[in-house]
């Protein structure tokens, strides 16, 4: 664990993607790094050609590097990475990507530009790419907006006046300026955020369970 610590303070960059496939076997759907010669199971081959609902299926990675993310809100752990010490109820820290991958955040000594730490993070894309007077705009709209008095670091309230209420803020006055609906928290979260959510928590949910028991096996769609 102490190595794990010091990696991640010295933001190493995050390790590759891990491999995560799903097989199904003896009425069991299971996943592991890789397809095995042997079902753990059964001790038969697992594979067999002619049948398709068998093959084995990879599992997406559901993390992207939010530098390469353009006019998105996105969000990852306070501290380390997803797949790291994240125990499924840390703190979490959100931001929003300029048209150039600059991460855009508020926390209590500020609101800052990240040009490098947010490269495990849950992305939610906020522009369809054709439109380009939005876009040709974004990267202005939120200089101006992230320098209003309200980010400065004395504002800054742990549940009121957060990471959140600035990102949303800016959400809501862009879409205000379109003359569109604004969120209110729970909406957002609840239509865009708590997907993407569920399905990264998933997906660590396994990375654990393969990494100490090289299976995780489960009925059929329990998962
Ligand atoms: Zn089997």
Known sequence: MAMLREQEE????PPLAPCLVKFTHCDRDIYSSAVPQQCPI??????SSWDLEQAPVSIPYPFFNAHREKCSFVLRPTKGGFLGEYDGCSDLHVGITSSKGIVHHY????????ATGWEQSVSIPLVPPDQYALIHQWDSYLEVFSCNEKWLPHRYDENDHNCYTY???????????????????EEFTEKFVLPK?????????L??????????IVHHSTL
């Open 10 to 13: 010295a933001e190493l960059p």
């Open 42 to 47: 059964c001790g038969q081959n697992p594979v």
């Open 107 to 114: 926390n209590e000594s500020g609101s800052h530009k990240d």
């Open 167 to 185: 990102a949303l803020m800016f959400i809501n006055s862009l879409l205000h300026l379109q003359e569109k609906r604004t969120f209110t928290k």
């Open 197 to 205: 959510t569920r399905r990264a928590s998933k997906y660590i949910t």
């Open 207 to 216: 990375c654990h369970e393969v990494a100490q028991n090289d299976y995780y």
